[in-house]
């Protein structure tokens, strides 16, 4: 196996971990201290910080359907993309959900029921900017 096997294989064991912790988060029992903890390194604001926390579930689907997608990739032949097309699709969606999900926290059926009554982070700048300007 070369380097990028085992990292990939490695990744794909991290997240194996982080998907048992998936249903207390779902539940909204880390959701909390994932926040509390993120707030003093996130660069990008406070609304797109609560964006990420409502759509970390998507990312413990993602990025695991991606690292499949990749190992395949590396251990198929190079003519058989269909298998690693699946992850990387998998992917793609999550991708795509996530960033509903930040954005607009919709659907609500991607976010956690403990955060469905949060604004999205685009509703936030809008509010933060009409305080601002008053």
């Not at 196996?1 to 990939?8: K, V, Y």
């Amino acid at each position: 196996m070369d380097l990028a096997t085992i990292i990939i294989v490695a990744a794909l064991v991290g997240s194996a971990v982080l998907l048992v912790r998936f249903p207390a988060f779902w539940r909204g029992e880390t959701a909390a201290a994932s926040l509390a903890s993120l707030r003093p390194i996130w660069p990008l604001g406070e609304p797109s910080l609560h964006g990420a926390v409502r759509a970390g579930g998507l990312a413990l689907v993602g990025f695991p359907a991606l690292m499949v997608g990749a190992l395949a990739g590396k251990l198929i032949a190079a003519g058989a993309f269909g298998q690693a097309g699946v992850g990387y699709l998998i992917a793609l969606a999550c991708i795509v959900g996530s960033l509903s999900v930040v954005l607009f926290n919709r659907p609500r059926i991607l976010v956690p029921p403990s955060m469905r009554d949060q604004p999205g982070a685009v509703v936030e700048w809008r509010l933060r900017r009409q305080r601002r300007n008053q």
